[in-house]
């Protein structure tokens, strides 16, 4: 099996700034891509942002310019570094990782259990 461990919510003022960090462990032959989605009560789960293992990244146009994701392969961790951050962004955050568990094996995505931002004066 595979676990995802997120850390890093809470509550911040707008403006503010937060670093979120999820680290992959378990059976894992290799992860593939890793990544940051959020959802709010009622409404999808939406990516934020997301990083291959050689480090290219992609970010939704809402957070482009104020989040950062990066990741240490050796440590099987992946960040999300939030800045300016507006009241907009609040919502339960859930890393993501793409994982094989053997040389043979297929895909999987594994998800973490969430953690809250709440962006609040």
């Known amino acids: 099996q595979v676990q995802l461990v997120e850390s890093g919510g809470g509550l911040v003022l707008p403006g503010g700034s937060l670093r979120l960090s999820c680290a992959a462990s378990?059976?894992?032959?290799?992860?593939?891509?890793m990544g940051w989605y959020r959802q709010v009560p009622g409404k999808q789960r939406e990516v934020v942002a997301a990083?291959?293992?050689?480090?290219?990244?992609n970010y939704a146009d809402s957070v482009k310019g104020r989040f950062t994701i990066s990741r240490d392969n050796a440590k099987n961790t992946v960040y999300l570094q939030m800045n300016s951050l507006k009241p907009e962004d609040t919502a339960v955050y859930y890393c993501?990782?793409?994982?094989?568990?053997?040389?043979?094996?297929?895909?999987?995505?594994?998800w973490g259990q969430g953690t809250q931002v709440t962006v609040s004066s």
């Open positions: 993501n990782a793409e994982v094989t568990i053997g040389p043979m094996s297929g895909r999987y995505a594994y």
């Open positions: 378990g059976s894992i032959f290799r992860i593939y891509v």
């Open positions: 990083i291959t293992s050689g480090g290219s990244t």
